[in-house]
């Protein structure tokens, strides 16, 4: 199959979690159409210099910060370097960065329900609070990652369904507050998709995860990715406020 041509020519975008899986490939398709692209990465700093590398040497200007999203003092500086003299270029952000910490509920310790809700939620919060002032000047878009795991739950993850619901809320009430600004926001709810967040999964539960879609197998981060570019896109333009699965037919 041959990949869509995108044009962004003159668009700054954030992409959060850009060091790999998802945010990687959103990182490199919005490049290759002409972003300006800025990517946060926590842990994967060697990831992360490597993919500016590989797409600064392809003649494309992609810049990473560092930032935990467990930090609020990170989320802070990370939008102090964004944000200059209250200018800022960005006008479209895809809060994508997420983590799991699966256990049984009754198992749960606090800690994990705190930092699965703090990096997922909490931080999309804090970092769209700081830059939603620079969408609504620049008439911008914004793109969050849920999960179908916010849609249907998951057994296993009643913190991160909690959370990815949540972030199914929040969008709907941010596209309502933005709406009359001229800035769209939208949901990308994926299934199961070949990231490092799957990757270790047995070959057996990945068989039979798989076997429980509709199209009887994983999605890629390109076909994701592909998604996203499409809600930031001028072909999206009378879209907002909307959860677009893309999970081969599991919901
Ligand atoms: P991934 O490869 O593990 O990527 C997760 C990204 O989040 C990485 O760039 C990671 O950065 C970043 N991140 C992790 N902890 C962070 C923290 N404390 N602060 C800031 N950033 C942090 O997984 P993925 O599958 O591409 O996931 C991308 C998004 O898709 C997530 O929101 C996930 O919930 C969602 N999703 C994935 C699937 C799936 O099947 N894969 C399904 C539904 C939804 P570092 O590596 O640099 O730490």
Known sequence: ????????????????????????????????????????????????RQLVEQLASEGHTVNELQCDFSSAADIQRLTERLTDRQACPIDMIV????????????NMSDEQWDYVYQVNLRA????????????????????????VSGQIGMAGQAN?????????????????????????????????????MTEEMTQDRRRRLAQSTCLRRFGTSAEVADLILFLLSEHSAYITGEVIGISGGLV
């Not at 809060?95 to 009754?106: E, F, I, K, R």
């Not at 999309?124 to 999960?147: W, Y």
């Not at 199914?168 to 199961?192: D, H, M, Q, T, W």
Request: with cysteine; proline share 2%.
């Open 124 to 147: 999309l919060f804090q970092l769209s609070r700081s830059m939603v002032k620079h969408l609504a000047v620049n008439r911008g878009t914004m793109v969050n990652i849920t999960s």
């Open 95 to 106: 809060n994508n960065a997420g983590v799991t910490a699966d256990s049984s509920l009754y």
């Open 160 to 196: 991160y369904s909690a959370s990815k619901a949540g972030i199914i809320g929040f969008s709907k009430a941010l596209a309502k507050e933005l709406g009359p600004l001229g800035v769209r926001v939208n949901c990308v709810a994926p299934g199961y998709i070949e990231t490092p």
């Open 1 to 48: 199959m041959g990949s869509i041509h995108w044009n962004f020519k003159g668009d700054h975008v954030l992409v959060t979690g850009g060091s790999t899986g998802i945010g990687r490939e959103t990182v490199v398709k919005l490049a290759r159409a002409g972003a300006v692209v800025h990517f946060t990465y926590s842990r994967s700093g060697e990831a992360a």
